[in-house]
């Protein structure tokens, strides 16, 4: 990692002779070549791959994870025996094919976390260097991997998924907070990389689980992940010269040591170095004004999500269609990739497609809410791929949301406000995946135990 410190001193110390010189008026905003921001780019789309991997592949095996489907004969690839049907092990006497806790259950320990994360990062994170967070992400997604695959109770793979949390929570704050210091081309990169990762990440575990590898066997193949998030910040991304000084060590801007600086950092190259370390730290009073003119896209960003995780974790498992050729944990894992699928394609849509009315996306994700909900408890859906169509749909509609959201909080924010923004709105989707699996447990006891 000493690496990744003198690299990015070294962009700190190349900077030292331009203090005096203001950038010329005409000259474009970002001062990094066309190779460079490439690699930026690139950067950025493997690490929103990468932080956000373990966190969906821990949702895409809850079945598995609660249900102990780890016996390699079987691998939820063909017929289950009676005798290993988790219709016999947790509640046969239902119309629903049940584990005994509901998946809701993976989600909490998959998202709380990174809520008491988002919810404190802003107040304290900034008195950590940016390569003491990454290895921090580094290392609790490669101990969830190992934790979860290892596991031989309920109790200890849900620590497993508390791990993949903690660094999914870190990375997303570390890293958007990061994307402020580079163009805003690096959001649209991060954002299809976040997608990636629920479509490569569920896909992958899909395919790992279909070939005939344990659950156990896939989530071991997966640690090479962390690895590749690690490459990415350390030999990847290519800082341009405003970026503070960031390694293992003291995080800071040249010849400037107070801390709160770190959390203005440059946005643009027609700003000169000095005028940005003299920036001020926000006062409780700007806050609060920020987090106000944010309201308008928060509360619709955390209704998408509150919807479209209800029903990943609250329906997704009580979906089930006993004549189609799939055994139920294939479906829910076909379930999990085709959501993640249609997230991938609206997270990498920003380029073609800008919706500033993120209620929109908020009422439609709700009437597809209700509308699943009503298909669970009347059973009316004449086909599985009925049900397909409408979770690739879900998935369309939460990446739109995430995605567009993100575009407008940085489009609307003062360049001084814009780290602490995109920080705040990191909090909005993270309430609304809390809520909902909040939601989904009784839910999933209520329907579990009708007759």
Not at 4 to 33: C, F, I, K, M, T
Not at 159 to 182: K, M, N, P, R, Y
Not at 409 to 438: N, Q, W, Y
């Amino acid at each position: 990692m000493g690496h990744v410190g003198g690299r990015w001193q070294e962009a700190s110390g190349d900077s030292e002779g331009e203090d005096g010189d203001a950038a010329p008026s005409g000259e474009s905003e970002d001062p990094l070549d066309a190779c460079s921001q490439r690699r930026n780019n690139a950067g950025f789309w493997l690490l929103g791959l990468c932080n956000n991997f373990a966190y969906v592949v821990m949702l895409s095996a809850a079945h598995d994870i609660l249900s102990h489907q780890k016996v390699p004969e079987h691998n939820g690839t063909g017929p289950i025996p009676p005798s290993h049907s988790p219709e016999n092990t947790s509640t046969n006497t239902s119309r629903y094919d049940c584990n005994t806790i509901s998946t809701g259950a993976v989600l909490l320990a998959d998202i709380l976390p990174t809520l008491f994360i988002k919810f404190s990062a802003p107040f304290c994170i900034h008195l950590f260097p940016y390569g003491l967070r990454v290895g921090l992400c580094v290392i609790s997604a490669w101990g969830s991997f190992l934790l979860v695959a290892f596991s031989t109770s309920t109790t200890q793979s849900l620590l497993g998924v508390v791990l993949a949390s903690i660094s999914s929570g870190l990375g997303e704050i570390t890293f958007l907070a990061l994307t402020s210091f580079f163009s805003s081309a690096v959001i649209s990169a991060w954002s299809s990389g976040t997608g990636g990762a629920g479509l490569i990440g569920a896909l992958s575990y899909l395919g790992l689980t279909q070939a005939g590898l344990s659950p156990q066997d896939s989530l071991l193949f997966m640690t090479v992940v962390p690895v590749i998030m690690l490459a990415s910040y350390c030999f990847l991304l290519a800082p341009p010269p405003q970026a503070p000084r960031c390694g293992w060590g003291v995080c800071k801007p040249k010849s400037l040591h107070a801390p709160s600086v770190v959390q203005q950092p440059l946005l643009g190259g027609k700003m000169t170095l000095p005028q940005v370390t003299q920036r001020p730290q926000l006062t409780l009073q700007e806050k609060e004004q920020v987090v106000k003119g944010l309201l308008k896209y928060l509360i619709p960003l955390s209704v998408v999500y509150f919807a479209e995780y209800f029903i990943n974790q609250g329906l997704f498992e009580l979906l089930y269609f006993r004549k189609a050729a799939l055994s139920h944990p294939q479906q829910y894992r076909w379930y999990q990739m085709l959501y993640q699928a249609g997230v991938f394609i609206s997270r990498s849509s920003a380029s073609c497609i800008r919706i500033r009315k993120i209620w929109l996306l908020a009422v439609l994700q709700c009437l597809n809410m209700v509308f699943l909900l009503a298909a669970v408890n009347y059973m009316f859906l004449p086909s599985i791929y009925v049900a397909f169509a409408l979770i690739l749909y879900e998935g369309l509609l939460g990446g739109a949301g995430y995605v567009n959201t993100f575009h407008c909080v940085s489009e609307e924010s003062k360049p001084e406000h814009r780290e602490f923004a995109m920080g705040v709105a990191c909090i909005a989707d993270t309430l609304g995946i809390s809520l909902s699996g909040a939601v989904a447990i009784p839910v999933h006891n209520y329907f579990c135990h009708l007759p």
